[in-house]
């Protein structure tokens, strides 16, 4: 079983600049994929960014140009770095990972979701 701890969610003005943490945890595993979705009151959970272990990326039109993802394989940590925050940009964000255990993939594994307001 493999365990997301998500954090650096919160409040930020309109313009500002929000860093996400994602970190897996477990037995036996390496990352083959993780990413970041986003989820709106009422709404079906869409996708912010994606990352691969080898670097190949993913983004939404909606953050091309403002948010960048990024991971460190060797502490299987993704992060998502949001710049020019916008008002519809507010969402829970949710972690989300598949892995390479013994030599099968499995997941998608979820994070519990991290708050983001952006609000004057």
């Known amino acids: 079983q493999v365990q997301l701890e998500e954090s650096g969610g919160g409040l930020v003005q309109p313009g500002g600049s929000l860093r996400l943490s994602c970190a897996a945890s477990?037995?036996?595993?390496?990352?083959?994929?993780m990413g970041w979705y986003h989820q709106f009151p009422g709404k079906e959970r869409e996708l912010v960014a994606t990352i691969t272990s080898g670097g190949v990326t993913n983004y939404a039109d909606s953050v091309k140009g403002r948010f960048t993802i990024s991971i460190d394989n060797a502490k299987n940590t993704v992060y998502l770095q949001m710049n020019r925050l916008k008002s519809e940009d507010t969402a829970v964000y949710y972690c989300?990972?598949?892995?390479?255990?013994?030599?099968?993939?499995?997941?998608?594994?979820w994070g519990q979701g991290t708050q983001v307001t952006v609000s004057s």
């Open positions: 477990g037995s036996d595993f390496s990352i083959h994929v």
């Open positions: 989300n990972a598949a892995v390479r255990i013994r030599g099968g993939i499995r997941g998608p594994y």
